[in-house]
């Protein structure tokens, strides 16, 4: 018998085919790690500012973040051990928030009426955080990410706390964001992105990950503004786009969630457990 042979046209078209599976894998893979972003934010859209049923909108979002929380920690979608460190995400933005919405500061506000206010922060902002955490323990898993050529482990870690604490210092001794930006993309210069979407593994500079999750963080928070979830001083009078420059105290902030992450993930790699 002959041998098949495989014209230029056949070869093109399955080899388009091959990136429109592999696209999909990758789309539906991501969706599944925004699982828990994506239900909060239908619930933005749906829930009334008025509220619902004698509980204001800022209640009924903690509630609703609650029971999403709980059905991903019972669907086993999230381990113990992940809710653990998406806890941590969620105290380090909540302090954050009560910080910046504090008198004196007052970079943003939560105009709405809750009973579930902190110190002036309902606790739903949190959970905002959180569904960072929880997207990239999610894609972690989901895409089989690792990192090659990590840098030393303590030394991510004191840029991630430097940056953190930026985020609070720069009200009082001078920003340093773009010192703390240089020195963050001259450590993880080399750094890459391994991912599989389908059956290869694809490849991406850290810097530009974050970069692009910190945009993607960027329109959520367009919306949410809009919505009318939180303002800037700059949209009390009328809404108004957030200004870009939050794009990279967004990308800031997925760093210093990125490297709390990989940091777990070394701890409980190294920690020996006995048997």
């Known amino acids: 018998m002959p041998e098949a042979s495989f014209s230029p046209a056949t070869d093109a078209r399955a080899r388009i085919a091959g990136i429109g599976v592999e696209f999909l894998q990758f789309t539906w893979k991501e969706a599944q790690a925004c699982l828990f972003a994506g239900l909060f934010f239908v619930a933005v859209?749906?829930?009334?500012?008025?509220?619902?049923?004698?509980l204001s909108r800022y209640d009924m979002l903690l509630l609703i973040a609650l029971v999403i929380q709980g059905w991903m920690l019972w669907s086993g979608r999230e381990t113990l051990d992940e809710l653990k460190a998406i806890c941590l995400f969620h105290l380090l933005g909540f302090?954050?928030?009560?910080?910046?919405?504090?008198?004196?500061?007052?970079?943003w506000s939560y105009p709405d009426f809750a009973y579930t206010k902190l110190l002036g922060v309902p606790l739903f902002s949190g959970f905002m955080y959180a569904a960072v955490g929880s997207y990239i323990i999610q894609a972690w898993r989901l895409l089989q990410l690792r990192v090659e050529?990590?840098?030393?482990?303590?030394?991510?870690?004191?840029?991630?706390?430097?940056?953190?604490?930026?985020?609070?210092?720069?009200?009082?001794?001078?920003?340093?964001?773009?010192?703390?930006?240089?020195?963050?993309?001259?450590?993880?210069?080399?750094?890459?992105?391994?991912?599989?979407?389908?059956?290869v593994d694809r490849r991406m500079p850290l810097s530009l990950a974050l970069v692009l999750i910190g945009f993607f963080i960027w329109l959520a928070e367009n919306i949410g503004t809009f919505f009318g979830l939180?303002?800037?001083?700059?949209?009390?009078?009328?809404?108004?786009?957030?200004?870009?420059t939050k794009w990279s105290a967004w990308s800031l902030l997925v760093l210093m969630s990125f490297t709390i992450v990989t940091n777990l993930k070394h701890i409980k790699a190294t920690v020996h457990v006995p048997a």
């Open 45 to 54: 859209f749906c829930v009334p500012r008025t509220g619902v049923l004698g």
């Open 95 to 107: 302090a954050l928030e009560v910080f910046k919405t504090s008198s004196g500061i007052r970079s």
């Open 149 to 199: 050529h990590h840098p030393p482990y303590w030394m991510a870690g004191l840029v991630a706390t430097a940056l953190y604490l930026n985020f609070f210092t720069h009200h009082f001794i001078g920003d340093y964001r773009w010192y703390l930006a240089a020195a963050a993309l001259g450590l993880y210069a080399r750094a890459q992105v391994v991912f599989r979407p389908h059956r």
């Open 230 to 244: 939180w303002a800037y001083p700059h949209q009390l009078g009328a809404w108004a786009a957030v200004h870009v």
